[in-house]
């Protein structure tokens, strides 16, 4: 069930000059851009959004004329704007491209069932195609399975690695080549960030190129929302009464992102232009270091023909990384599984998943 | 006195007894004209709507809205309508929207 926010009965019937949109001058500015300070009214923010995105993808060659394109769908506000407004900016520019929803099951109880649920009623709002695998499908383990072997504090290792494979594999069973995620300009900008941090500036031309391939999969990425601020996603959803998910998994971000993430929101509300801002530093870090060399836009490719040798997933390495987690996981369930079973109790939980309900009640 | 309508969003509910929608009447000081801020309604959030005090640092940073709650007033971004100066009339909708939560 999907309860939209509630329109305004209060209307102004006065207006100052100074409240009016800075750039049609007729209505009420209801909003101030975070990228540039304009006040604009509502009409003008969905054609600057929405036309935005549409130079973004222009200028970056992102799609051609008959490409299928996946969009990884997680029901989230992110992805649920991404895929209103491709499909939008598809039939409003003809770029002739197939969209499919494409949706990961984790097997997270209580998260993913009800973010499901969203994604399903997208489907008929948007009248898009969908796709679900599940952790089950692809890895005979499920994130709940996961986390009580491994502990929750391993749980994002698995959740990034495994979820990024997902994505692909799902992908490729549908014979896509391009996968499109909602990430966004908060999102690179905190990327950044931590890499600086971290010292890891290898990283940097990764993280802010709108369009990649990792190693081992043939499947490029790109992400039509760089430049978008989180704020404004969630401007346009609330504008547009788009249906979206919105609980926080219940294994949270590592700290560390954490971290990086509040100290990004207390700098934007200060200056707002700052997401943009880390963005470019680290694009402009990436030219430096590749000055001399080719600096043509080129996406990272793959290493063709190495297959994983377990899963026969395409991988750089003899064994994928997810095999390779999956392998010592595999151990820790055969102990835990001895551990557990007393005779007379075939029932009884493992101590993991008491452990998690603890920590599932202190959110 | 005032009659507002104050909406938590975008995952926000969890902190209000997962209800999204409150209908409110605010007084200042048993006063029947003194103006309702925008500031007061926060301050009456703070003091009888979250329930696990230990919430309130969800909600409330620096004693203001924490960076990434978006909050809107009648759809207008509160940073156009005076943020919390902003007298309160009958029927406004305030609504208070969560951009961190689960992209
Ligand atoms: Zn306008
Ligand atoms: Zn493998």
Redesign the pocket.
């Known amino acids: 069930m999907f309860t939209a926010p509630s329109d305004p009965v209060n209307v102004r019937k006065e207006l100052k000059v100074t409240q009016l949109?800075e750039?049609?001058h007729?209505?009420k500015a209801i909003i101030r851009r975070p990228k540039n300070l304009q006040k604009?009214?509502k009409?003008?923010f969905f054609h600057v959004f929405e036309t935005e995105i549409h130079e973004t993808i222009v200028s970056n060659d992102l799609f051609y004329r008959g490409e299928r394109v996946a969009v990884g769908a997680s029901g989230g506000k992110d992805s649920t704007v991404l895929a209103y407004v491709l499909k939008l900016l598809n039939e409003r520019h003809d770029y002739g491209i197939e969209i499919v929803l494409l949706s990961i099951d984790e097997g997270i109880v209580g998260y993913r069932d009800d973010s499901l649920a969203t994604v399903k009623r997208n489907q008929q709002q948007y009248q898009l195609p969908l796709e679900i695998f599940s952790y089950q499908d692809l890895y005979d383990w499920t994130m709940d399975d996961i986390v009580e072997t491994a502990g929750i504090r391993n749980s994002c290792t698995y959740c990034g690695v495994l979820r990024r494979q997902a994505l692909d594999r799902g992908a490729a069973k549908l014979e896509i080549k391009h996968v499109v995620t909602g990430h966004n300009a908060d999102d690179m900008a905190e990327t950044v960030l931590m890499n600086i941090l971290r010292g890891d500036v290898a990283r940097l031309e990764k993280s802010t190129s709108i369009m990649t391939s990792s190693t081992g999969s043939p499947i490029k990425r790109s992400k039509p929302f760089k430049y978008c601020y989180q704020k404004e996603i969630v401007l346009y959803a609330h504008y547009k009464k788009l249906d979206y998910f919105s609980t926080e998994c219940t294994y949270a971000p590592e700290a560390f992102r954490g971290t990086a993430r509040e100290l990004m929101k207390n700098f934007e509300a200060i200056r707002p232009s700052c997401i943009i801002d880390i963005i470019a530093s680290g694009e402009s870090f990436v030219l430096k270091q590749k000055m001399g060399k080719q600096n043509k836009k080129k996406i990272i490719t793959y290493n063709d023909g190495n297959r994983c040798e377990r899963c026969g997933y395409l991988s750089s390495n003899k064994i994928c990384k997810a095999c390779m987690l999956l392998e010592g996981l595999e151990k820790s369930r055969a102990q835990i599984k001895i551990q557990v079973q007393v005779p007379g109790e075939p029932q009884q939980e493992g101590p993991a998943k008491v452990l998690r309900t603890l920590e599932r009640l202190t959110f | 006195m005032v009659n507002v309508k104050v909406e938590f969003l975008g995952g926000l509910d969890a902190i209000f007894k997962k209800q999204r929608v409150h209908k409110l009447t605010l007084k200042k000081n048993n006063s029947d004209d003194e103006p309702v801020t925008v500031g007061d309604l926060i301050d009456y959030i703070v003091e009888n709507m979250i329930e696990d005090k230990n919430d309130v640092e969800v909600f409330l940073q620096n004693g203001t809205v924490r960076a990434g709650i978006l909050t809107l007033i009648n759809d207008t971004d509160w940073e156009l309508e005076g943020e919390k100066e902003y007298e309160l009339e009958d029927g406004d909708i305030i609504s208070f929207t969560s951009t961190l939560h689960g992209g």
């Open positions: 949109c750039l049609c007729s209505r604009i009214c009409l003008c």
